[in-house]
């Protein structure tokens, strides 16, 4: 899947443990603070530009993503496995706890992407991922035995899935439930995937300890013969 790599360019800034960015499609930056369980949308010069202020009962963020074709910001309360979702002017937010059948139980709430047909999110408990209506309905979980420390995905709009999986030092694609490949770190040139994000053609992985951030060329998938 990955037929090019090549070195990207780096911004510094200090940032606390646990902060997750997201960018919109203007060039502004989403910046998810765990410690003031907030976020925060700056401008590409720097400039801040709104305050996403959660719910008190909001015990912990996690990850953040955008889901823009229905206007919201989305956040993961990991602590009580709930989706947290602001509307463009940040001034509500909207709680939505995971539910479902019982087999399909989410654990560990860990980390969140948008696909236009679906949610999709680690279990890191589990070891899983799942897959999620966009009100917070668990459809199904799938990657058991598969995946053995997953921490970071990101989705394309094929509804492929992209998992950074420190267990075994890979990153994994999944197309549906089934995976279909397996590429270690060091084959991309990387010591870590500390985090993943998807903006077609290019799949960025940054990797911390190495002080690098990596895009992927990803190939689109081949259509099928009738």
Known sequence: TAAEARGGAETRR??????????DIDGSLYVLDPLGRRVERRARDGRPLQFYVTDPTVASLRDLALDPVRGRLLAADALNRQLVAFRPLGTSSELLPLYGEPRYAVTSFDAIAVAPDALYAIDGRCPCLARLDFDGRVLETFGHERVRKPERLAADRYGRVFVADRGDSSIKLFRGTAL??????????LLEATDLAYAEPWLYVADAPGVQVKMLRVVAPQKTAP
């Open 14 to 23: 200090a940032l606390a443990p646990g902060t997750r960015l997201a960018a």
């Open 180 to 189: 279909e490949e397996t590429i270690p770190f060091a084959r991309l040139g």
